[in-house]
């Protein structure tokens, strides 16, 4: 990196405080920061683990704290209420500050009356669902029936959503509808001394098209046949708005009102990606969570694409994933030109995982990131994935007491 390139980034993070000035008012608190765990397979065990490896380090500066999913399209009737209420019992039972993300994109498997179509001897079957899930055209015939993710090896998963079908929005608000009240609740019901507790409430998990769950040529074909037969060469990030596989998003940008014809433009998937996430972060807002406790979770992976600006509403904190500038998000200056359009009290590094080994890298990762103005929490995926090595644990616990310290 030049001369230049370092002027410039160090010019950006001065500018960052000046963002939210005019906009916070009495919104913006002074307040602990977090260092965030998330769990990947929540349970009180996992809750009581992080709290005994942990105990005694957390300080009024930077507080340790977990983080649960709620994929609550994936569950039978009820159970996301059930497991919420787990979770906010063990958060207060542990005293470990929580962070709670309200998914229903990634995941939707008891909903097969969204999205089967295609298949009359399953659950669910209706072919107007076709409008429920993505297009490879500007058709609902060329409606998708699978898909495929890679979080660490490749697989199958159901079509994606059509992020602006309006059946798919009403089931988003009405099983949002169930569990914001309940955390609303929970927040308001605390003591004073245990505010703390309540880290925020996230919406989206990496909200993008295509990328979590895309789509290859001719893919409705390999349905029938085995998942060996499946190409295996993914995605090309930076190949815009494809990204080296088939493009989606005709369905959301036609229903969306955006287009019906021409080609399909990188921008118009950041319009419906930002529309979907201002709709789920305006529902929490009405049902009572505060801008600074509602955070958004948006996908970005190529340097300059408009992704990026689809984490910024008037409701909520924006927050992106940090894996490659992890060390330093400071690097990732598509993330930072965003924020700079953001009057939000606070930003969050909200999914983050620094892949060094060495103790000290660690610590410094997390220095550069929490050091960044107005960022509230970092959340590190995933606790299963940490908690077994020396090295990370170790360099939180030092992190911490070197804020105490300060």
């Known amino acids: 990196m030049n001369i230049k390139q370092n002027v410039a980034i160090f010019l950006l993070w001065l500018a960052i405080p000046l963002l939210a000035v005019s906009a916070v008012g009495n919104e913006r608190e002074k307040t602990a920061q977090y260092i965030v765990i998330n769990f990947s397979h929540p349970s009180e065990k996992a809750f009581q683990e992080v709290a005994e490896t942990f105990k005694g380090h957390g300080n009024d500066s930077v507080r340790i704290g977990v983080g ?18 787990n979770y906010l019992s063990y958060a207060e039972k542990y005293d470990l500050p929580l962070v709670i993300q309200l998914d229903g994109e990634q995941w939707w498997e008891n909903r097969p009356d969204l999205w089967n179509w295609w298949d009359p001897d399953q659950p669910g079957y209706n072919p107007d669902n076709k409008y429920n899930v993505e297009w490879t055209s500007w058709r609902a015939d060329d409606a998708v029936k699978i898909g495929w993710r890679n979080w660490g090896r490749q697989l199958r998963v159901l079509p994606m959503p059509n992020l602006m079908s309006p059946r798919y929005r009403t089931a988003c608000h009405t099983e949002m509808k169930k569990l914001v009240p309940m955390v609303v609740s929970w927040y308001r019901h605390l003591p004073a001394s245990k505010k703390h507790l309540f880290v925020g409430l996230k919406v989206g998990w990496e909200s993008s098209i295509g990328v979590n769950n895309w789509y290859y040529p001719n893919g409705n074909e390999l349905l029938v046949k085995s998942g060996d037969q499946d190409p295996q060469y993914g995605l090309t990030l ?24 021409g080609t399909l433009q990188q921008e118009q998937l950041t319009t419906v990606v930002q529309a979907h996430l201002s709709d789920l972060s305006k529902l929490c807002a009405e049902m009572g969570v505060p801008r600074n406790r509602l955070f958004t979770h948006c996908g970005g992976w190529s340097q300059g694409e408009t992704l990026y600006k689809a984490a910024i509403n008037e409701y909520a904190c924006p927050g992106w994933s940090f894996y490659d500038f992890a060390g330093n998000p400071l690097m990732d200056t598509t993330a930072m030109d965003a924020l700079q359009q953001s009057n939000a009290p606070f930003w969050s590094a909200v999914e983050w995982l620094y892949n060094g080994k060495n103790a000290d890298n660690w610590q410094s990762a997390l220095r550069n990131t929490l050091s960044i103005p107005l960022i509230r929490y970092l959340c ?27």
């Open 68 to 85: 649960v999913i709620i994929s609550y399209l994936a569950y039978a009737p009820d159970e996301a209420a059930k497991r919420l209420k």
């Open 380 to 406: 590190i995926y995933n606790w299963e994935g940490i908690k077994e090595e020396e090295q990370p644990v170790n360099a939180i616990k030092r992190y911490v007491a070197e804020t105490k310290s300060e």
């Open 238 to 261: 930076d190949s815009l708005p494809a990204r080296g596989v088939t493009a989606m998003g005709y369905a959301a940008v036609s229903t969306y009102g955006l287009a019906k014809s």
